[in-house]
């Protein structure tokens, strides 16, 4: 992997940690993992660090000095033997090695001139199941900042369940860095024998998720007579197979991976599912109807196409109904907005009344699809997870956003329609009205003189007729005929411009209503589910780029 590529890889991780961090999730793991990377790559020098991992008695010490072929590290009968890690390292790059192998931490080195390992530096490890407990605390240290592990078994404990669950399997990531030696071939029997055991071995490493590793069967400190076993296999395998600039920079990569992998499965992005949301859209088309239904209804929507209706006949009768008309229009206007305000189902302004919402409905009938949809989406939510969604879960937050939500819609559903509707016809029909009221009071007016005339026995001149149909009588009766079909006219010229207004703002406030609930109702899952998505892309970036 070129050294470029590697940095695409270690910022691949940083935007994962960003996307995250954004859900809520620890990413101090991966911020570990960044900042060791960088450590890693700071430290000059072609070398690698492989350690000899193992269990008490494996024979990691004998394991170093058979390839050593010298003593290094002081092997004996009393068990723990090696008490610190002690390092093997090319004489010419011991120097160079110091300050990478202190940050390992590592202090005991022996250096070498052996030309076959001159881009090697060999750690021998502690016991991880030593008595003392320095000892694995130790092995924990140094494991993660190692480029590759030579794990060293008993051939009678090869199956361990503390090598397997404690180191393998969380480290199965690492395991193209991973060498398996099997020492003591002297006690294992023939060649049958061996090969059943490398045959056991290899499948218990597939079950932690390590496959095609290679196997050596050694023996480290022979007894009289025998042989070292597939010993320079090993050597040569060192030597020969593993790059040091490749060992260090996809060692570092599958670091990068697993963090980011790990990231991905807290927020429940793993496996074949990844891209599924965490509420299905039935579940979600279902909470934003409900939810607008109760929106709808705390608003009172029929209630605002109400108020139209009699805000539109009241203009109507301002304008068209003659002097009684503003009369009643100004009746109804004191009845609309008397002392129980612009809430009052009386009311006469839709634009007060559908403002005025909060003062005659509650949210809980809102409130509940929405919690209900969340309580759900905390159901579904990964454990690392459930947190963040429980904290957009709070009635009271829910409340307090859906009342915003309702209250920016109301606002935008009405404010283009705070005036009434006007009409021309109007005002000629209280043209017409007035002269028709003028009519039949001069009427009335002409049959009270005649009657006061007739009670002073005074002289009458005849009354003028039309066929036969007194005029005062015509003037009265003609003009409550004509004032009634003016009234119908003008009352249905209202209904219809109230029906247009009605529809208008209506219209607009049902649709701001449900874009602003809708939106209120989306929108935290909607965050929630863009971070998640961010995250999968940015995991599929971090992929590619490592």
């Known amino acids: 992997m070129p050294q470029r590529d590697l940095g695409s890889c270690l910022e691949g991780l940083e935007r994962v940690a960003e996307a995250a961090e954004r859900l809520g999730l620890d990413t101090g793991k991966a911020t570990e993992t960044l900042a060791a990377a960088r450590a890693r790559l700071g430290f000059p020098g072609t070398a690698f660090v492989l350690a000899l991992a193992g269990g008490t008695g494996a024979g990691k010490s004998s394991l170093l000095n058979a390839l050593a072929g010298r003593e290094v590290s002081r092997q004996g009968a009393t068990r723990p033997v090696t008490d610190e890690p002690v390092a093997w390292v090319p004489a010419d790059a011991a120097a160079e090695l110091g300050p990478l192998l202190r940050w390992v931490g590592v202090d005991k080195v022996v250096s070498h001139h052996d030309p076959r390992f001159t881009d090697l530096c060999l750690l021998d490890l502690p016991d991880y199941d030593s008595v003392e407990r320095r000892h694995r605390a130790t092995v924990d240290q140094v494991l993660p900042r190692v480029d590759a592990v030579c794990w ?65 069967v050694v023996s480290a400190d022979p007894p009289d007579g025998a042989g070292h076993g597939e010993l320079e296999d090993l050597r040569a395998w060192l030597s020969e197979r593993l790059q040091a600039k490749a060992v260090v920079t996809e060692r570092l990569a599958a670091d990068c ?82 002392e129980r305000g612009p ?24 409130v509940n699809p929405v919690h209900d949809l969340l309580r759900r989406a905390v159901t579904a939510a990964p454990p690392a997870l459930r947190a963040e969604v429980m904290g957009l879960a709070k009635p009271d937050r829910l409340e307090e956003r859906l009342t915003n939500a309702i209250d920016l819609a109301v606002a935008r559903g009405t404010v283009d329609h705070a005036r009434p509707p006007r009409s021309l016809l109007w005002p000629v029909i209280g043209v017409l ?16 003189t005649l009657y006061l005339a007739g009670r002073a026995q005074a002289d009458l001149p005849d009354l003028p007729t039309f066929r036969d149909v007194p005029a005062p009588l015509l003037l009265v009766v003609g003009g409550v005929l004509v004032g009634w079909l003016l009234a119908r006219l003008l009352g249905a010229s209202a209904r219809r411009a109230g029906r247009r207004w009605a529809d208008r703002l209506t219209g607009d406030l049902d649709g ?5 609930v809708e939106a209120a109702i989306s929108e935290p899952l ?21």
């Not at 701001?512 to 602003?516: F, G, I, L, P, S």
């Open 433 to 448: 009205q007035t002269l028709v009221t003028v009519a039949v009071a001069a009427g009335l007016l002409w049959y009270l």
């Open 343 to 366: 809430g009052s189902a009386r009311s006469i302004d839709p634009v007060a009344y559908a403002r005025a919402w909060p003062g005659r409905s509650t949210l809980s009938r809102t």
């Open 512 to 516: 701001a209503v449900t874009r602003e």
């Open 257 to 338: 991976r697993q963090r980011a992998v790990e990231l991905a499965r807290l927020a429940g992005l793993d496996g074949q599912d990844a891209g599924r949301p965490l509420v299905g859209d039935r579940a979600r088309r279902d909470a934003r109807e409900r939810a607008v239904a109760a929106a709808r209804s705390a608003v009172d929507v029929e209630g605002v196409r109400r108020a139209c209706r009699r805000r539109t006949l009241a203009e109507a009768r301002a304008a068209g109904a003659g002097p009684m008309g503003r009369l009643l229009a100004v009746v109804a206007r004191a009845r609309g907005a008397g």
């Open 526 to 546: 909607a965050e929630l589910e863009a971070a998640r998505s961010e995250l999968l892309v940015r995991l599929s970036d971090l992929r590619a780029s490592c």
């Open 152 to 216: 060293v078994l008993d051939p009678e404990k090869y199956n361990d369940r503390v090598l397997h669950e404690d180191y393998l399997q969380p480290l199965a990531h690492h395991a193209d860095r991973a060498v398996f030696v099997v020492n003591r071939r002297d006690v294992i029997g023939d060649r049958q024998q061996v090969a059943e055991l490398t045959a056991d071995l290899r499948r218990t490493l597939e079950t932690d998720g390590i496959h095609g590793r290679p196997v050596f």
